[in-house]
């Protein structure tokens, strides 16, 4: 069953009906998205520099569930994505120059984002890539990203996201650098889209508002929506090589790999917002 919330069957007034619905645009609309601080737990030992975070082309989408404001404004934008590098920069243990150290090169292949009045979820595909000092590919993964809150509104879900994301790639950098497994994924981290999906509600609501009606009678209006969570699995992956002009090992030169960019078996995700009905 999905979380929800629920008020108390009684009569409330006018002025109370309004107050609700304020107190919920506000916990919605949250604050500017800020870097959050991240504490890695592993031993870091190797410099390490970080590519410019990128978003792929209708990364972002965003279901508004029974809200007539906000919208579009809530999807993942250049402001995330500066606050995800400042991140994984201020996360760095050891920074160090391009060229010189290992080099992070992070992609948001989908962010959807659903709320209902405060309450949201989040779920995103990242894919990211590590090179080595002599700009060779020595690891690459895609991973997902998921989180609920209840009563924080969209950047509720947004900063634990951001923080999943900057902990795993750091970590798994450190473990990958020693010649260590990249190890377990974080909080908020998970391998595969269905354990992330399973980890958040896939609606959102009920939510009741008691009004007073004529004769004392009152009414129960309930709200429920589907968040479209499907949007966010990645079915391709990332052809880094070509990505990052990186030649290709001789044993897949060999087997005859193209170097053009390779088709995707996930059409262009749409970027409009789509409400529930």
């Not at 923080?163 to 750091?170: A, F, M, N, Y």
Request: net charge negative; aromatic share 8%; glycine share 8%.
């Amino acid at each position: 069953m999905p979380y929800s919330f629920q008020l108390r069957p009684k009569t409330i007034g006018l002025s109370a009906v309004l107050a609700l619905g304020v107190y919920a645009a506000l916990s919605t609309l949250g604050c500017a998205p800020r870097a959050q601080t991240v504490t890695l737990d592993v031993p870091a030992n190797h410099p390490v520099s970080i590519a410019s975070p990128e978003v792929e082309p209708g990364a972002s989408k965003v279901t508004a569930i029974d809200v007539p404001f906000g919208g579009a404004a809530y999807r993942y934008k250049d402001k995330d994505l500066a606050v995800l590098q400042q991140m994984l920069e201020e996360t760095n243990p050891i920074p160090g120059a391009p060229g010189e150290s290992f080099r992070i090169h992070v992609v948001i292949r989908r962010f959807l984002i659903a709320y209902h009045q405060s309450e949201a979820v989040g779920i995103s595909c990242v894919a990211w890539a590590l090179t080595n000092p002599r700009g060779e590919l020595v690891f690459d993964e895609t991973f997902y990203a998921a989180a609920y809150t209840g009563n924080k509104g969209v950047n509720g879900v947004k900063k634990p996201i951001q923080k999943g994301i900057t902990k795993r790639v750091h970590a798994a950098t450190q473990a990958v650098a020693s010649g260590l497994p990249p190890g377990p994924p974080p909080r908020w981290v998970y391998e595969d889209y269905e354990s992330a999906a399973a980890s958040i509600p896939n609606e959102l609501g009920e939510i009741r508002v008691v009004t007073l009606q004529r004769g004392g009678v009152e009414r129960s209006v309930e709200y429920v929506g589907e968040t479209g969570e499907e949007f966010a699995r990645c079915n391709d992956s990332i052809d880094w090589y070509y990505r990052l002009g990186i030649p290709r090992p001789a044993e897949e030169a060999s087997q005859g790999k193209s170097p053009r960019e390779p088709s995707s078996a996930t059409p262009p995700p749409p970027t409009e917002v789509e409400p529930s009905p």
